[in-house]
């Protein structure tokens, strides 16, 4: 009867919500134990609160996924386009009249709840750009096709960079990637490349934005580091994070200290969200570390899969890029808590905790599983 239940609420490809599952039972573990020093700042009930309100979300991200895995991807195409033109808005908003941490205005609060509109903005981009490119696979580009492709891919993220640098990067890196599937001759794409330059070099040179410092600094920090100097403007934070994150993997060695017995979860500030990965090999130690690795590669192979298995342009493509996005934002998260790269403030897709971001990977994980169940013929959509 289990059985039945199964086949009948969870469709597609069952080895994604496999990973998924396993993921999520590992965020609800270690961020229990990563969350370890809200107990002291806020009292003996305060740890539990936050670990309730995880299980929550991470509750709700499943359900986001189970509820979008049940929706005919195609129709996320008809809407996509007013949400690149709604999610822009909100990030302009967000910029000029929220408050946020360390001034990065990157949520809207509304009530008690906060919501980060870049997690629109990604959905929506990469949807609206594979549904482009899927109507342009049998016929030659042209500059006036390709121009409105580039020139939204820039605004919205010359938007995000405004407050987030790395998640613009990240979103770019992700759009250029789909138009290199998507057959978009070089030319177009070096225009691309060419354009978010011009952008980026223009908000750096304008001071723009509430981060283009702070990114500046961080790479500073990330070269003087691979160098053996210090910068005398270096951020200390970002160092001292560093440095945490690199005594918690010292510590894991091989095996781990056991759940539940980090200690850098005290000295790393956002040990439950930024450095969470650090925080899996202190306790799980390299194998720990190893066997996450190991479920996003895997993550990433199925949904290759399901771009090679879709029979439409549309959905091979929708599921290329939203797999790119997640897989490429947990590599980069692992490299910075490994010091591959400089401090970006990105967490863990499904692991880390998070608010609005775990619903929207939520519904990014279920239209990949919606794209996996399509096996209809058709060179379009």
């Known amino acids: 009867m289990t059985t039945n239940w199964l086949k009948d609420n969870l469709k597609g490809d069952h080895q994604i919500w496999t990973i998924v599952a396993t993921l999520s039972m590992i965020s609800i573990i270690v961020v229990s134990s990563a969350s370890g020093k809200l107990a002291v700042m806020q009292g003996g009930g305060g740890i539990f609160i936050h670990i309730f309100k995880h299980i929550i979300l991470v509750s709700l991200g499943l359900g986001s996924m189970w509820f979008f895995h049940r929706l005919d991807y195609h129709r996320f195409a008809m809407y996509s386009n007013a949400g690149v033109i709604l999610s822009f808005a909100m990030l302009l908003y967000a910029y000029k009249f929220e408050q946020g941490i360390n001034h990065a205005n990157r949520w809207i609060h509304v ?3 906060t919501f980060m509109p870049s997690d629109l903005a990604k959905l929506s981009l990469i949807t609206n750009l594979a549904a482009m490119l899927a109507k342009r696979q049998h016929v030659s580009y042209s500059f006036g096709e390709i121009l409105p492709m580039i020139i939204k891919i820039i605004l ?3 938007a995000i960079a405004l407050t987030n640098v790395s998640t613009s990067l990240l979103l770019f890196a992700t759009c250029f990637l789909l138009m290199f599937f998507g057959r978009v001759p070089s030319q177009y794409l070096l225009l691309a490349l060419v354009g978010i330059f011009i952008t980026a070099t223009l908000l750096v040179m304008t001071g723009t934005g509430s981060r283009i410092e702070t990114a500046r600094n961080r790479i500073i920090n990330f070269v003087s580091g691979i160098k053996g100097t210090k910068m005398k403007d270096a951020s200390q934070t970002t160092d001292y994070q560093v440095e945490r994150s690199f005594y918690a993997i010292a510590n894991g060695g091989v095996m781990g200290k056991g759940p539940g017995k980090s200690q850098q979860r005290y000295f790393l500030t956002q040990s439950e ?11 799980w130690g390299m194998v720990g570390g190893v066997f996450v690795l190991s479920l996003y590669l895997w993550f990433l ?6 771009v090679d298995s879709s029979g439409r342009a549309f ?3 929708l ?3 939203l797999t790119f996005s997640l897989v490429i934002q947990a590599m980069v998260h692992m490299g910075v808590a490994t010091g591959l790269g400089p401090v970006t403030g990105q967490n863990l897709p499904l692991l880390s905790m998070g608010g609005s971001s775990l619903l929207f990977t939520g519904a990014m994980v279920g239209i990949i599983i919606s794209v996996s169940q399509d096996k209809v013929k058709d060179p379009v959509l």
Do not use: Q, T, W
């Open 111 to 113: 009530g008690g709840l």
């Open 156 to 158: 919205i993220c010359a």
């Open 273 to 283: 969200s930024d450095f969470i990965y650090a925080i899996i090999i202190e306790e």
């Open 301 to 306: 192979y199925r949904g290759m899969k399901a």
């Open 315 to 317: 959905g091979g493509l």
């Open 319 to 321: 599921s290329a890029g």
